[in-house]
């Protein structure tokens, strides 16, 4: 609490009429921060123009909500604040899952990803990409780039999904021209 009230110029005593202990603020934080995703990626699937062009902009509004997010603040709140953890893991199972979903059947339907593809084991497997590249034993701080190893592992994914018909529509985006 106290690197919190240094951070934001606030004295402990303010914070605490406000938040009752630090499990409190996490979880307000963690709620404003699952309301803003939803409401940002909402906004991604009606205005992409098709499922390829929604996940990369989805991760690139990741990236910049990454960007400003400790990789450590995961590993915290499985350790430490319990109601909170469960509060993102339930937004994980719930909404998360139903979204990658969500866009695996649109791929399929455009002919962007293969479909032979499970969607259920892919979307688990995307989910389970994104906390592991935040776990900080894995990829520590110091010799990763949480951003850049977010992209990385999209990157893969994609690319593991996609038709060479997506394959080519991923290409354009990042405007990349090879065989």
Request: glycine share 4%; hydrophobic share 35%; charged share 30%.
């Amino acid at each position: 609490m106290d690197d919190i009230a240094r951070e934001i110029g606030i004295s402990k005593k303010t914070i605490y009429q406000s938040y009752s202990d630090k499990d409190k603020l996490v979880h307000a934080y963690l709620e404003r921060e699952k309301a803003e995703q939803i409401t940002m990626m909402e906004e991604i699937t009606k205005s992409s123009k098709n499922a390829v062009e929604e996940i990369l902009n989805a991760m690139q509004f990741m990236g910049k909500t990454f960007s400003r997010i400790n990789p450590n603040l995961f590993y915290d709140m499985s350790k430490y604040h319990h109601e909170s953890w469960n509060l993102f893991k339930a937004f994980k199972e719930e909404y998360l899952m139903k979204y990658v979903i969500r866009n695996l059947e649109k791929g399929k339907e455009e002919g962007l990803y293969r479909a032979d593809i499970s969607n259920k084991t892919l979307a688990r497997l995307r989910l389970e990409q994104i906390e592991m590249a935040m776990n900080p034993s894995i990829f520590p701080p110091d010799k990763f780039n949480h951003v850049d190893v977010q992209i990385q592992l999209l990157d893969h994914f994609l690319h593991g999904i996609a038709t060479l018909k997506g394959h080519k529509l991923i290409n354009k985006y990042r405007q990349i021209d090879e065989e």
